[in-house]
């Protein structure tokens, strides 16, 4: 490896009339593809398994690139395309699109705040019910799967409560989150069962 370099420095002499900041960035240069250089081309494991081991690649996309298409088994499908029914509701959204649909039906008497379809979070502003105006709430819906799960969805509701010197953070009540849970579940279903009938 020191004949090598001295060889390349040896063959370097005619740069010595550049400017130094120049011979620096031209020997870094050179010395980063002799380094690159050495790293070997080794091809021990297949591909697909060195991705799995890394990236979260699903069961059935990693099945269907196994089988040799580039595509996996099914090619590519434009806008939901395909024959089978997807139970992720498809949608080009990176969430559960009923758990979607049925999250923003449930939480639309409350105005919101933020809604990323991609990343499955619902915020709403603080909403004070008219019957109870000294109250009032904030809720966060997280969808945590692609796929209709009773356990693909968690809601956090904040409440606050006026007091003499403003807004006071209180408990909210547990029950109130599970029937949230439910009432976004039940209409995901629903939304389901309309989709598979059309």
Request: proline letters at 5%; hydrophobic letters at 40%; charged letters at 20%.
């Amino acid at each position: 490896m020191l004949d090598i370099i001295q060889i390349m420095f040896g063959k370097l002499a005619p740069l010595a009339h550049l400017k130094p900041i120049t011979r620096a960035l031209g020997l870094s240069i050179l010395a980063l593809l002799v380094v690159s250089a050495c790293g070997g081309l080794q091809r021990d494991a297949d591909p697909m398994e060195k991705v799995a081991e890394y990236v979260y690649v699903p069961q059935k996309e990693f099945e269907g690139a196994k089988q040799g298409s580039i595509f996996g088994r099914e090619g590519i499908q434009l806008f939901g395309g395909g024959n089978d029914f997807d139970e992720s509701g498809g949608g080009g959204i990176g969430v559960n699109s009923f758990l979607w649909r049925a999250s923003l039906d449930t939480v639309s008497f409350m105005p919101l705040a933020s809604a990323d379809p991609f990343g499955g979070v619902i915020i709403t502003e603080w909403f004070a019910p008219p019957e109870t105006p000294n109250e009032r709430f904030k809720m966060q819906v997280y969808i945590l799967d692609r796929r209709l799960r009773a356990d693909g969805i968690r809601v956090t509701l904040f409440r606050q409560t006026r007091g003499n010197t403003g807004w006071i953070s209180a408990t909210a009540n547990p029950d109130s989150i599970t029937q949230l849970e439910n009432a976004i579940l039940t209409r995901a279903r629903q939304l389901r069962i309309n989709s598979t009938v059309q």
